[in-house]
């Protein structure tokens, strides 16, 4: 019989596969990227083999970590439903599904106010990806694209502004100071959010093609950062660049060049909700109401 592996380790790696990203599992499990590295360097150690291909700042799954996420991926899913036979002997918690980089730049800094307002309220933050997983316990989700809502009762909760963004160094180089500039200098497009350039452009009136020379980078962290690198000018979401803006790290040289780009969504499962997801909920909606529009 196979001795077990570093637990730690494992839940690292399923997320990790899941992900196809440290960033984006280290975000998940409130680690850093470093740490998810350690134990993925751990569990490959564990085995003998290498489970990830690392190369340019990318993971990908060797076959043989395909194989092996293959087999842990519905277990681990069954011990995460298996805790919710004792949910109510203790309560006093939401689950909430969120996306990554929605959760690392709007809704965790905001939690505090939640705990301070509901002390005896765990919020249990798990992030994704990608359709609503409806196998897995959750009582709240949060969502943009429509094609992810997994059938759920749908309630919408802020609107998504977004605004080109580069470093102001690279706005002076470049004498950034029309829409019109943009044909002229390197744009980056997120794969992630394919939708972002061309959704601005139709509000703008401008189309996607006199846009200047094309990069493209898998995540918005990744575009922000390539960005304020100097790499060109990314579209993002305001409630995601508004930290980085604030600090003097990116720029917006172009004036009035807000844009919606999306709404996001309440999600609900079709149990009964819990009084801890009801008051979630409540200021939720209320953090979102009480925001500026274009940075809720």
Same mark, same amino acid.
């Given at each position: 019989?196979?001795?077990?592996?570093?637990?730690?380790?494992?839940?690292?790696? /399923?997320?990790?596969?899941?992900?196809?990203?440290?960033?984006?599992?280290?975000?998940?499990?409130? %680690?850093?990227?470093?740490? %998810?590295?350690?134990? #993925?360097?751990?569990? /490959?150690?564990?085995?003998?083999?290498?489970?990830?291909?690392?190369?340019?700042?990318?993971?990908?799954?060797?076959?043989?970590?395909?194989?092996?996420?293959?087999?842990?991926?519905?277990?681990?899913?069954?011990?995460?439903?298996?805790?919710?036979?004792?949910?109510?002997?203790?309560?006093?918690?939401?689950?909430?599904?969120?996306?990554?980089?929605?959760?690392?730049?709007?809704?965790?800094?905001?939690?505090?106010?939640?705990?301070?307002?509901?002390?005896? #309220?765990?919020?249990?933050?798990?992030?994704?990806?990608?359709?609503?997983?409806?196998?897995?316990?959750?009582?709240?989700?949060?969502?943009?694209?429509?094609?992810?809502?997994?059938?759920?009762?749908?309630?919408?909760?802020?609107?998504?502004?977004?605004?080109?963004?580069?470093?102001?160094?690279?706005?002076?180089?470049?004498?950034?100071?029309?829409?019109?500039?943009?044909?002229?200098?390197?744009?980056?497009? #997120? &794969?992630?959010?394919?939708?972002?350039?061309? !959704?601005?452009?139709?509000?703008?009136?401008?189309?996607?093609?006199?846009?200047?020379? &094309?990069?493209?980078?898998?995540?918005?962290?990744?575009?922000?950062?390539?960005?304020?690198?100097?790499?060109?000018?990314?579209?993002?979401?305001?409630?995601?660049?508004?930290?980085?803006?604030?600090?003097?790290?990116? !720029?917006?040289?172009?004036?009035?060049?807000?844009?919606?780009?999306?709404?996001? !969504?309440?999600?609900?499962?079709?149990?009964?909700?819990?009084?801890?997801? /009801?008051?979630?909920? &409540?200021?939720?909606?209320?953090?979102?109401?009480?925001?500026?529009?274009?940075?809720?």
């Amino acid at each position: 019989m196979h001795k077990l592996p570093p637990l730690n380790a494992l839940r690292t790696f /399923e997320a990790a596969a899941r992900h196809q990203n440290f960033t984006l599992a280290a975000a998940e499990l409130c %680690v850093t990227p470093g740490a %998810v590295s350690r134990q #993925i360097n751990a569990l /490959e150690q564990y085995f003998g083999i290498r489970l990830f291909v690392r190369a340019n700042r990318c993971v990908t799954l060797t076959e043989a970590g395909r194989r092996y996420f293959a087999a842990v991926a519905a277990p681990l899913a069954e011990i995460a439903r298996a805790g919710t036979v004792l949910d109510h002997d203790h309560g006093g918690k939401v689950v909430v599904d969120c996306l990554p980089t929605l959760a690392m730049h709007w809704l965790m800094q905001r939690l505090p106010a939640f705990r301070l307002a509901h002390p005896d #309220i765990l919020v249990d933050v798990r992030t994704a990806t990608g359709p609503v997983d409806t196998r897995q316990p959750f009582d709240l989700a949060v969502r943009r694209d429509p094609a992810h809502f997994a059938g759920l009762t749908a309630t919408p909760l802020m609107t998504e502004w977004s605004v080109p963004v580069c470093s102001a160094e690279f706005a002076r180089l470049h004498h950034l100071e029309t829409l019109a500039d943009l044909g002229r200098v390197p744009v980056l497009h #997120i &794969r992630a959010r394919a939708d972002l350039w061309p !959704s601005w452009c139709r509000a703008k009136g401008m189309a996607p093609a006199a846009l200047g020379p &094309r990069q493209d980078v898998d995540h918005t962290f990744v575009a922000m950062q390539a960005a304020e690198d100097g790499l060109g000018v990314a579209m993002v979401p305001l409630i995601f660049a508004k930290r980085l803006l604030k600090a003097g790290r990116l !720029s917006c040289p172009l004036s009035g060049a807000e844009a919606v780009t999306g709404t996001y !969504s309440l999600l609900r499962p079709a149990t009964p909700p819990t009084a801890e997801a /009801e008051a979630f909920a &409540r200021w939720l909606a209320a953090e979102c109401a009480t925001a500026p529009p274009s940075e809720s």
